[in-house]
């Protein structure tokens, strides 16, 4: 036991009415990465607040470094013994530099006042530690999601940080971001410091991962060395069951074409640095079809998406929905023409966390549930609230809770019920599996199928390869504001589409867009 | 102390949680022991008379109140209305005063005019926020100063009185033995509640409060719900300023002086956050009433005006110190 790191036993936790945690252990050595796998609700997050020290457990005991962990411990004191947790949305504050957000709180002083000087070097020395490019007097609002994400390790080490624990830490990257995290943790794991590595996406547990723990509604279910293990019995603890990302069922061949994108272009505005420019995009999709948004972060997917939805304007270019040209300026205008987008950020644009489930269900369709003109249609609000919970399978005490008591993947469903609550003609779903558990993400799957079965036609954005291609009929490629390929999913291979994902410039010219 | 937003709150599974029962009803349970102190310790206070003068006195600011309600539930602020108060009585006087003063129906053009010159200030500063892109704390700080200043000018700094029957009945009246300004507040909370609770609008001021970028996604005008939320509270702001000029019987230059702070406090104290989303018209109401009983009752009670200042503020501040402590609590569960 002499290179254990961690020791969890015997933790408890209760909630009013919920179980969270019930006698759950955890062992990390050092210099080990660890999986911390589960569905949403299996208790992960609570495990770790009660490591990070934002919550106390009930029951229980923690060793750290051969200590007893104090359960009196404030998130601050953890900290100081080496502990650090990074989040999935970032603890950053946007308008400091780098090496402030490293420092904050504890920067280098020479006779009371700030070092900037010092500052500066001590932060450079850990970036470089970490084989890093990054300027540590750059505004961290400037920054990539990936970048910033560097940054939070950054920021971990100056804590001489002993354990990591990392929430999703690749839900917004691209894979050749993952690729530099990865070599980053394999780093730390050199200088002997462990990693808690919190993810759905199984096959980087996989990869980058020594050992796993799983957890299944608040109980350790199984724990041991990834190497024993494939992908599937993964799943399979998790969920108790089989899962794969189901394809597509055969179903009928889509119909005319409905969504015309014809040479769309759009300029970055000054101040929006890191939103990709949009170069002569033209792509259409027909009633009941589903195609496929396939790229890295920053592709031009979510840009395009947002541009035939009327969120953002269109500099050049048509689009038209059945035929008649639209010249969309809010996304008012684009729901009244048939087209609905489910964001991609559904806690920045999505949701009202602390408006009801209903209220956030039925929002854009008040217009429908009217009576007397102005006035809600309580009942008939109700019917659709129930409808959709039904067809959606939401798990919710009562359409009145607030949103923000969901899981992610119920909050997803309540956004997606929103939107088809429009009777959409077009339905742009912007990640809509993003951060939420293997099961959930087939329920997901089967309501855009069930969509597109309806006739809607669908457009999926993922940075999910296997999801993108089990769900689409056609995928399309992008790559820095263009479009770099159409290919039949049947057809499709992950290396063929990576490819053309990755293509150089030059590479763009010669291959023809199909 | 919060109205619950029309979304009421989660549930809780254990019995009985004292946090959230005084979250919700603390600040109407506190009035109504403030209300039984201050007869206990003098028995004129629940008189018909002192009543209705509590009752009247509220209702000056608390008609704006539900107007400001609108506006913090969008996160935004109207530090104006005190001045815009008095800017828009003074611009109806000054009127009834040029058509010579002694005519029919004075009260209508004098109401007319008061209200027509608050809702286009309201519109004035929607605009300055929305097409401007300047938040609500300043332009509503910078009009405090404008329409105070329009206001001295307009009749020199003077005050125009000399209304006719017609026009102070608005102000000392009464229908079925209620003054008619507090019937006009009941109207205005009423109008205010349902519009709240039940229309399509209301839900969107919500929504543009608890998330404005998610509000525009699901096809919401923002920028005219914003607009619309400066465009009542300023026409509020007339109709209490005509209301007042009717009650004192000359329309004051400095009429309205720290109305803005009752105001907002009103709706504050009701558990309207003031960070947009959550709180309501009734919450609006209960804050109204419990300042008007605190400043009566301590009057009564020959409580200094100094003292009064001072128990006030810091009631103000317990509340809200409450209510945010109740929010956390119920945000980390």
């Known amino acids: ?514 | 102390m919060s109205q619950p937003s029309s979304g009421a709150t989660p549930r809780t599974r254990r019995g009985f949680d004292a946090v959230r029962f005084l979250e919700k009803y603390g600040t109407l349970l506190f009035l109504l022991a403030l209300v039984a102190i201050f007869t206990l310790l003098n028995e004129r206070f629940l008189s018909s008379r002192n009543v209705t003068n509590i009752l009247t006195e509220v209702s000056i600011f608390g008609i704006i109140a539900v107007g400001m309600t609108y506006v913090i539930l969008t996160s935004g602020v109207d530090l104006a209305v005190g001045s815009l108060l008095a800017f828009a009585s003074m611009c109806g006087a000054w009127t009834v005063h040029q058509m010579g003063g002694d005519f029919n129906l004075t009260w209508l053009v004098a109401i007319s005019i008061a209200c027509v010159v608050g809702t286009a200030v309201g519109y004035l500063h929607g605009k300055a926020i929305t097409l401007l892109n300047v938040p609500p704390f300043i332009v509503t700080l910078g009009g405090m100063t404008i329409w105070r200043g329009a206001t001295l000018i307009l009749n020199e700094g003077g005050p125009i009185s000399g209304f006719d029957e017609g026009y102070r009945w608005w102000g000392r009246g009464t229908l079925l033995g209620i003054p008619v300004p507090v019937l006009v507040f009941a109207l205005v909370a009423l109008a205010g509640y349902v519009l709240q609770r039940y229309t399509r609008y209301g839900r969107q001021v919500y929504a543009v409060g608890g998330n404005p970028e998610a509000a525009r996604l699901t096809g919401i005008d923002v920028k005219r719900v914003l607009v619309s939320v400066y465009v009542m509270v300023g026409f509020l702001a007339g109709l209490s300023g005509f209301l007042l000029s009717a009650r004192l019987g000359s329309s004051e230059a400095v009429a309205g002086v720290t109305y803005e702070l009752r105001v907002i406090a009103s709706v504050v104290i009701g558990g309207t956050s003031l960070f947009g989303g959550l709180g309501g018209v009734g919450g609006t109401i209960i804050g109204a009433l419990l300042i008007g009983v605190l400043s009566n009752g301590l009057v009564m009670m020959n409580v200094s005006p100094y003292y009064q200042q001072v128990i006030i503020g810091a009631i103000i501040i317990l509340a809200v110190a409450f209510d945010t402590y109740a929010k956390t609590r119920r945000g980390r569960r």
């Open chain 1, 1 to 514: 036991m002499a290179d254990e790191l961690l020791l969890v036993e015997g933790v408890c936790k209760q909630f009013p009415g919920v179980k969270a945690l019930d006698r759950v252990g955890l062992r990390v050595a050092r210099g080990e990465v660890h999986a911390l796998l589960g569905e949403n609700g299996a208790g992960k997050s609570t495990l770790l607040k009660i490591l990070s020290g934002a919550q106390k457990a009930d029951e229980g005991h923690l060793r750290f470094d051969g200590r007893a962990l104090d359960s009196s411990d404030t998130p601050a004191q953890r900290m100081r013994l080496g502990i650090v947790t990074i989040y999935q949305e970032f603890n950053l504050l946007p308008a400091l530099s780098v090496a402030e957000n490293m420092y904050l709180g504890r920067e280098p002083l020479v006779a009371g006042f700030l070092s900037w000087r010092r500052l500066y070097a001590q932060a450079q020395s850990i970036i470089d530690a970490l084989g890093l490019d990054l300027d540590p007097r750059t505004e961290v609002r400037s920054l990539s999601v990936a970048q910033q994400q560097m940054v939070e390790i950054a920021r971990a080490l100056t804590f001489d940080a002993r354990l990591i624990v990392m929430d999703e830490p690749t839900a917004a990257l691209s894979d050749r971001e993952v690729a530099t995290l990865h070599r980053i943790i394999r780093e730390l794991e050199a200088k002997d410091i462990s990693v808690i590595y919190v993810t759905h996406r199984l096959k980087e547990a996989k990869e980058i991962c020594d050992r796993y723990t799983v957890l299944r509604d608040g109980q350790l279910v199984a724990s041991g060395d990834v190497g024993d293990v494939e992908v599937r019995d993964m799943v399979r603890m998790m969920v108790g069951r089989e899962v794969e990302f189901l394809k597509r069922p055969a179903h009928v061949a889509p119909g005319p074409v409905v969504l015309q994108v014809e040479n769309v272009c759009r300029a970055g505005l000054a101040n929006e640095r890191h939103v990709t420019v949009l170069r002569d995009l033209s792509v259409d999709v027909r009633a009941g079809e589903i195609v496929g948004f396939a790229g890295l972060v920053g592709a031009g997917r979510t840009e395009l998406a947002r541009v035939i939805f009327g969120a953002d304007r269109c500099d050049r270019g048509a689009i038209r929905v059945n035929g008649t040209q639209l010249a969309l300026r809010t996304p008012g205008e684009g729901i009244a023409a048939g087209i609905v987008l489910v964001p991609e950020d559904r806690k920045q644009q999505g949701c009202f966390l602390t408006q009801s489930i209903r209220q956030n269900m039925t929002l854009p369709s008040l217009g429908r549930l009217s009576k007397w003109r102005y006035f809600v249609d309580e009942k008939a609000e109700t019917a659709l609230v129930e409808e959709y919970r039904r067809k959606l399978q939401i798990k919710m005490s009562s359409d009145d809770v607030a949103m923000i008591t969901l899981s992610g993947g119920n909050q997803q469903k309540v956004l997606l019920a929103r939107c088809m609550a429009l009777r959409p003609t077009v339905l742009i779903a912007d990640e809509p599996t993003r951060g939420i558990d293997v099961g959930a993400k087939v329920e997901v799957h089967q309501v855009l199928f069930a969509m597109a079965e309806a006739g809607v036609a669908v457009i999926v954005i993922s940075s999910e390869l296997p999801e993108v291609m089990a769900v689409s009929d056609r995928i399309v490629t992008f790559q820095e504001g263009r479009i770099t390929g159409v290919v039949q999913a049947a057809d499709a291979t992950e290396e063929q589409l990576m490819r053309l994902m990755t293509l150089t410039h030059d590479e763009h010219r010669l291959h023809a867009v199909a």
